[in-house]
């Protein structure tokens, strides 16, 4: 079965830093697919950026970049230049390409003091 | 395009008795997930459709959860009877198909609160 684990369940970042929040994930299947999700308070699920396990180079989308380590099964986000906007709770997730199940890991609640 | 939409937004009840959970997922998406997210906590897949026929629902607590998906659209998720421990936000997502890399869209989920 697949997992996910996020280990950081609190990160602060002051405004305009840089913040790295980490996931690690477990799975025996060859084709599948890694994100970050966005909550929050209002608790719409947002897609912030993915990554495709074939792919080799590193997503990015604007300020969001991952570091994606395939051997070490190593998935982290790191947000640049931080703003308040970001402040919400982020979710690792887990797509299978073969059964279509998506599982999340426990999250990690990014504050950002301005 | 219209998104997911849910309702209720809000449902309080007493332990025992029984709730059911509404899901509109968005035109022409094969697959539907159900999560139950507890406060604080990473949401747990309950139950996954493609179509009408369940693909994935080894965590859904069978007696006393069950959920159906008529004619590949809408879907429900009921609760009988319902437990302190159920009292959780309960999130409903679709994708155009479950295979490769689709896109899953989120609604904006239903709180349960179970007193």
């Known amino acids: 079965a697949q997992t996910v684990t996020q280990s950081q369940p609190e990160m602060s970042v002051q405004e305009a830093e840089t913040v790295t929040l980490s996931c690690t994930y477990d799975?025996?299947?060859?084709?599948?697919?890694l994100f970050w999700y966005k909550q929050p308070p209002s608790r719409q699920m947002i897609l912030v950026i993915r990554q495709e396990a074939y792919k080799q180079q590193n997503a990015t989308e604007n300020r969001f970049s991952v570091n994606f380590q395939k051997a070490a099964k190593s998935f982290s986000l790191k947000i640049s230049d931080s703003q308040l906007g970001d402040a919400a709770m982020y979710f690792c997730a887990y797509h299978s390409g073969n059964t279509g199940k998506l599982i999340f890991g426990q999250g990690t609640t990014l504050q950002v003091k301005p | 395009e219209a998104g997911v939409a849910q309702s209720p937004r809000y449902k309080i009840i007493e332990k025992r008795q029984s709730v059911a959970f509404w899901c509109n997922p968005i035109s022409g998406h094969a697959t539907l997930y159900w999560y139950q997210q507890i406060l604080g906590q990473g949401p747990k897949l309950l139950i996954q459709?493609?179509?009408?026929?369940?693909?994935?629902d080894s965590q859904l607590p069978k007696d006393r959860f069950s959920a159906e998906r008529l004619k590949g659209v809408d879907s429900t998720l009921k609760i009988q009877p319902a437990k302190l421990e159920d009292s959780a936000v309960y999130l409903c997502?679709?994708?155009?198909?479950?295979?490769?890399?689709?896109?899953?869209?989120f609604g904006q989920g239903t709180r349960l609160t179970v007193v």
């Open positions: 459709f493609q179509n009408n026929g369940v693909v994935d």
């Open positions: 799975t025996s299947e060859s084709d599948y697919y």
């Open positions: 997502a679709s994708s155009l198909d479950g295979g490769g890399y689709t896109e899953a869209f």
